[in-house]
């Protein structure tokens, strides 16, 4: 039985969308921790219901790497990885394979318009290029997945989840790749026809790459010129489409931007489910001191907005015929880092260093909020509109509250060295992923009873990790 946290101010939550660093932050770090999970065992579905499991205890430990999978000239997605079959691992679970159902096609009355009732975190590491599937009410590591051939070389840092749930999609700035996992086995593909799926299990259990069948999509993006600065960053899903005869969201999108050669920062729409691009929008003279767009987050419109690092703000009008780039230069103290979306619907900046700033769209107006210079990170918003904020120097999490506009605490943390991702879970806690290789789990509303897990890695993660921030700017089912 799990105890919910109960919230007064919406059924939605709110949370987090961010950026990723600057020159003095890109790099990454040796792994510096690791965590004994539950790895689990075999299961045999029967009708999509699990018949049996076992778990064990199982240290953390890396996974090979082989083959690579990249888009074709034009971008276009390569699909599943090139699976390895004398490299596949017969290790870990292999699932009896139904019909894998298309995103959203689950009815009112078996899968809740196929949403999970369950709630990931997905915290990639940027040391070793894999992506650990948490679950936020267990504290247990379920799955770690490679989301590309080149290991800690792909420099992961951002993940988007999807507005249900069922797929999280991660971002590597060394590698100019975006890769789509799936949290269920019923979204997974059985690419080698065996009826099986073959997927991690845990965190000693990492396939290699091109043999884990949740691994759904990867691209490497065309234009992108090569440079790390370059590579993508900010990202955010949309909800989609509201499907009343599946009591669902179908074909939801994902908004992702990188820089290519002479400063042009695309901002692209992908097909979320298949990785298919169907937009391409160049802003020209990206203002971002060099880097790629950073950070990226959904409005209650469902249009994307993206920060430049320590420069521009800039919002994609979705409804407009076509689509259209609006772009909002921001004054120089804002120092724009971290970044998210309130369900209101006005942006809000971490500066590094700089205050933490929203931007009122309906009155075009900058706000910083007062006693809050600092070097800031990742960012959330909370279901009561409270925004968390992470903080180095000093090290900690800054409380806001987003309604008045005011500060509420600087919390210090029990152990803090460089803490680097926001994000809000269904329940309401926030999670704090500090980048030296652990997170914290916070009831909002008691913060020294903070729980702490080891995740093994480098961490330098600035996104939406539990899809929070989407549900919390998205229309209600109906």
Same mark, same amino acid.
């Given at each position: 039985?799990?105890?919910?946290?109960?919230?007064?101010?919406?059924?939605?939550?709110?949370?987090?969308?961010?950026?990723? +660093?600057?020159?003095?932050?890109?790099?990454?770090? =040796?792994? *510096?921790?690791?965590?004994?999970?539950?790895?689990?065992?075999? @299961?045999?579905?029967?009708?999509?219901?699990?018949?049996?499991?076992?778990?064990?205890?199982?240290?953390?430990?890396?996974?090979?790497?082989?083959?690579?999978?990249?888009?074709?000239?034009?971008?276009?997605?390569?699909?599943?990885?090139?699976?390895?079959?004398?490299?596949?691992?017969?290790?870990?679970?292999?699932?009896?394979?139904?019909?894998?159902?298309?995103?959203?096609?689950?009815?009112?009355?078996?899968?809740?318009?196929?949403?999970?009732?369950?709630?990931? @975190?997905?915290?990639?590491? *940027?040391?070793?290029?894999?992506?650990?599937?948490?679950?936020?009410?267990?504290?247990?590591?379920?799955?770690?997945?490679?989301?590309?051939?080149?290991? +800690?070389?792909?420099?992961?840092?951002?993940?988007?989840?999807?507005?249900?749930?069922?797929?999280?999609?991660?971002?590597?700035?060394?590698?100019?790749?975006?890769?789509?996992?799936?949290?269920?086995?019923?979204?997974?593909?059985?690419?080698?026809?065996?009826?099986?799926?073959?997927?991690?299990?845990?965190?000693?259990?990492?396939? %290699?790459?091109?043999?884990? !069948?949740?691994?759904?999509?990867?691209?490497?993006?065309?234009?992108?010129?090569?440079?790390?600065?370059?590579?993508?960053?900010?990202?955010?899903?949309?909800?989609?489409?509201?499907?009343?005869?599946?009591?669902?969201?179908?074909?939801?999108? /994902?908004?992702?931007?990188?820089?290519?050669?002479?400063?042009?920062?695309?901002?692209?729409?992908?097909?979320?489910?298949?990785?298919?691009?169907?937009?391409?929008?160049?802003? %020209?003279?990206?203002?971002?001191?060099?880097?790629?767009?950073?950070?990226?987050?959904?409005?209650?419109?469902?249009?994307?907005?993206?920060? =430049?690092?320590?420069? !521009?703000?800039?919002?994609?009008?979705?409804?407009?015929?076509?689509?259209?780039?609006?772009?909002?230069?921001?004054?120089?103290?804002?120092?724009?880092?971290?970044? *998210?979306?309130? %369900?209101?619907?006005?942006?809000?900046?971490?500066?590094?260093?700089?205050?933490?700033?929203?931007?009122?769209?309906?009155?075009?107006?900058?706000?910083? @909020? %007062?006693?809050?210079?600092?070097?800031?990170?990742?960012?959330?918003?909370?279901?009561?509109?409270?925004?968390?904020?992470?903080?180095? #120097?000093?090290?900690?999490?800054? !409380?806001?509250?987003?309604?008045?506009? *005011?500060?509420?605490?600087?919390?210090?943390?029990?152990?803090?060295?460089?803490?680097?991702?926001? $994000?809000?879970?269904?329940?309401?806690?926030?999670?704090?992923?500090?980048?030296? #290789?652990?997170?914290?789990?916070?009831?909002?509303?008691?913060?020294?009873?903070?729980?702490?897990?080891?995740?093994?890695?480098?961490?330098? /993660?600035?996104?939406?990790?539990?899809?929070?921030?989407?549900?919390?700017? $998205?229309?209600?089912?109906?």
């Amino acid at each position: 039985m799990i105890a919910l946290r109960v919230h007064t101010l919406t059924a939605c939550l709110p949370l987090c969308l961010f950026a990723c +660093g600057d020159s003095g932050r890109e790099s990454a770090s =040796g792994d *510096t921790g690791t965590a004994s999970v539950a790895s689990q065992g075999s @299961i045999s579905l029967t009708n999509g219901e699990p018949t049996s499991a076992s778990a064990a205890s199982d240290s953390a430990t890396g996974g090979s790497v082989s083959d690579s999978a990249t888009s074709d000239a034009t971008g276009n997605v390569s699909g599943q990885p090139t699976t390895d079959n004398s490299a596949s691992d017969t290790n870990g679970p292999k699932f009896d394979l139904g019909v894998a159902p298309d995103i959203g096609s689950g009815g009112c009355g078996d899968s809740g318009g196929g949403m999970l009732d369950t709630s990931y @975190i997905w915290i990639p590491s *940027t040391s070793d290029g894999w992506v650990v599937k948490i679950n936020t009410r267990t504290m247990l590591e379920e799955g770690r997945y490679l989301t590309g051939p080149g290991g +800690g070389a792909e420099s992961v840092s951002r993940t988007a989840v999807s507005g249900d749930g069922r797929f999280v999609v991660v971002n590597g700035r060394g590698s100019g790749r975006s890769t789509a996992v799936a949290a269920g086995v019923e979204d997974c593909k059985d690419t080698n026809g065996d009826g099986m799926i073959t997927t991690s299990s845990g965190a000693g259990d990492v396939k %290699p790459w091109g043999s884990d !069948e949740c691994v759904v999509w990867t691209l490497v993006h065309a234009a992108w010129d090569g440079g790390d600065t370059h590579g993508p960053r900010g990202i955010s899903w949309t909800a989609g489409e509201w499907n009343e005869g599946l009591c669902g969201f179908i074909n939801p999108k /994902v908004w992702l931007g990188y820089l290519a050669g002479g400063g042009e920062a695309h901002l692209v729409r992908l097909d979320g489910p298949t990785g298919a691009i169907e937009q391409d929008l160049i802003a %020209p003279g990206w203002d971002g001191s060099g880097y790629a767009p950073y950070g990226g987050a959904l409005d209650p419109m469902q249009r994307p907005w993206f920060t =430049g690092l320590r420069g !521009e703000l800039a919002r994609v009008d979705v409804t407009a015929n076509p689509l259209t780039i609006t772009r909002f230069p921001q004054p120089q103290q804002i120092q724009t880092y971290g970044m *998210t979306v309130d %369900p209101d619907g006005n942006p809000w900046m971490g500066g590094c260093s700089g205050p933490v700033s929203t931007f009122d769209v309906a009155t075009s107006q900058w706000i910083s @909020i %007062p006693g809050t210079n600092a070097c800031h990170r990742g960012m959330a918003v909370d279901h009561n509109f409270h925004v968390w904020v992470a903080s180095n #120097g000093p090290c900690g999490l800054v !409380e806001v509250d987003g309604k008045t506009r *005011t500060l509420v605490a600087q919390h210090q943390l029990a152990q803090c060295s460089t803490p680097i991702g926001v $994000s809000v879970d269904v329940d309401g806690f926030v999670w704090l992923v500090d980048q030296e #290789g652990w997170a914290w789990k916070i009831d909002p509303d008691n913060v020294p009873a903070m729980q702490n897990m080891a995740v093994p890695g480098s961490h330098y /993660v600035y996104s939406d990790m539990t899809g929070g921030q989407l549900k919390s700017v $998205s229309p209600p089912p109906g």
